[in-house]
């Protein structure tokens, strides 16, 4: 069974740092990119970043640019968000998320994001 | 790519035929996601590829379109399927999701 869980979320103060975590298992983790998706209180949802299997391709969201990074450890089958200068608008929900290829009847490839974690709160405040 | 949904939200009926609609800023051809999302849960994928189920979700959920316009049916509304629903392009980064739409018990 794919099990993603994320850790590390929090109260913090703007211009402050947290790192996330999340925690994959039931896949081979080194063969996915993986993605994280934010939601604030009562929004829709952000697409934040993504990474590739190897960790060779990272990609954000604009207003995360600078500020945060993705990064993974396939040995511990793990995903990372370090997130730094944080501000209030990056309070949010932050999901975890497997990216995965799928191919319709007519082998046109979609990418996915089929199986997410349960998400970790993250609260900018002071 | 900016993703737009409409309606921002819909009351109705056990039953009713239901219809969201989201359009891309930008033609995307059938790069195209949508998901379910109910109250303190993650989103589940329910179609991809603009109009491909996802396996394990029911044959009521249908999607349609390609380009820049695409649509997501639920045939007959079930009382599990109250829950807001998502957009997402995939066809470049960021993969921008629509503003959700929001299905609620008339």
């Known amino acids: 069974e794919v099990q993603l869980v994320e850790s590390g979320g929090g109260l913090v103060q703007p211009g402050g740092s947290l790192r996330l975590s999340c925690a994959a298992s039931g896949f081979t983790f080194s063969s996915y990119w993986m993605s994280w998706v934010r939601q604030a209180p009562g929004k829709g949802l952000e697409w934040v970043a993504n990474i590739k299997q190897d960790g060779s391709e990272k990609y954000y969201v604009d207003s995360v640019k600078g500020r945060f990074t993705i990064s993974r450890d396939n040995a511990k089958n793990s995903l990372y968000l370090q997130m730094n200068s944080l501000r209030a608008e990056d309070t949010a929900v932050y999901y975890c998320a497997r990216e995965a290829t799928y191919y319709d009847s007519s082998g046109y490839p979609a990418v996915t994001n089929d199986y997410w974690g349960q998400g970790t709160l993250v609260t900018v405040s002071s | 790519i900016r993703m737009t949904q409409s309606p921002f939200s819909l009351s109705a009926s056990v039953g009713d035929r239901v219809t969201i609609t989201c359009r891309a800023s930008q033609s995307i051809s059938s790069y195209l996601n949508w998901y379910q999302q109910k109250p303190g849960k993650a989103p589940k994928l329910l179609i991809y590829a603009a109009s491909s189920l996802q396996s394990g979700v029911p044959s009521r959920f249908s999607g349609s379109g390609s380009g820049t316009d695409f649509t997501l049916t639920i045939s007959s509304l079930q009382p599990e399927d109250f829950a807001t629903y998502y957009c997402?392009?995939?066809?470049?980064?960021?993969?921008?999701f629509g503003q959700g739409t929001k299905v609620e018990i008339k």
């Open positions: 997402q392009q995939i066809y470049s980064t960021p993969r921008t």
